[in-house]
């Protein structure tokens, strides 16, 4: 099975820059994936890491290390519409495995 | 807009009811995926369809049983409602060929059993 962790919540300011942790333990990795969640949408796909590294998209950037079973996902010059859920997604075989999520806010 | 549509938006039933989800993929899009979401179990994966065949099973009940059509819509049908049932339904769909990297989401619909 699948056990992935991140925070429950984190608040930042307006401008600032925002780096959420996730950590998993899996067997048959393939794939670590990142989606925001604005509260009652659908997930919208952020990110995707399949190798050890760094993948820059703009305001956001996703970083994986596979032996360490560790990714975040930053979030640099926050805007307000920043504010969502921001869920971890790992990848075995073909199942998606989502953790519960990490509530950004982002404050004036 | 994701291109991925879902009816109905909502739908309220009784305990013990069936019910029946639609979604259509976005178009050329081969492979359909549904997920359940509760406030308490998160975003949970249940079941994927691939050019109308099942290729893999999450944590889908008994109770519950999807299928893809020819013309690729898929249905999920929920069967003997309980109300911890209730929950968004989304489904979503990815473009072949790519790995299914990007899951396009569907705006989901809102089951409530009472």
């Known amino acids: 099975g699948q056990n992935i962790d991140q925070p429950t919540e984190m608040t930042a300011t307006e401008g600032a820059i925002v780096q959420i942790n996730c950590t998993y333990q899996?067997?048959?990795?393939?794939?670590l994936f990142w989606y925001q969640q604005h509260a009652g949408e659908a997930p919208t796909f952020l990110s995707y890491?399949?190798?050890?590294g760094l993948e820059e998209k703009g305001r956001f950037s996703s970083f994986l290390s596979r032996s360490k079973g560790y990714s975040y996902l930053l979030l640099k010059e926050l805007q307000m519409k920043d504010s969502a859920s921001y869920l971890c997604a790992v990848r075995s075989d073909y199942k998606l495995s989502f953790g519960a999520g990490t509530t950004v806010t982002v404050r004036a | 807009d994701s291109g991925v549509t879902q009816t109905p938006k909502h739908l309220i039933t009784a305990t013990g009811q069936r019910v029946t989800l639609r979604c259509s993929p976005r178009s050329g899009d081969l492979s359909v995926y549904w997920y359940q979401q509760s406030l308490d179990q998160g975003l949970q994966f249940l079941i994927q369809?691939?050019?109308?065949?099942?290729?893999a099973k999450g944590n889908i009940l008994e109770r519950f049983s999807a299928q893809q059509f020819p013309d690729l819509h898929s249905e999920l049908n929920l069967s003997s409602l309980e109300l911890g049932d209730s929950a968004l339904y989304f489904c979503?769909?990815?473009?072949?060929?790519?790995?299914?990297?990007?899951?396009?989401f569907g705006p989901g619909t809102r089951l409530t059993v009472l």
């Open positions: 979503a769909s990815s473009v072949p060929g790519q790995g299914d990297n990007e899951q396009f």
């Open positions: 890491n399949v190798l050890d």
């Open positions: 899996t067997s048959g990795f393939n794939g």
């Open positions: 369809y691939y050019n109308g065949e099942e290729r």
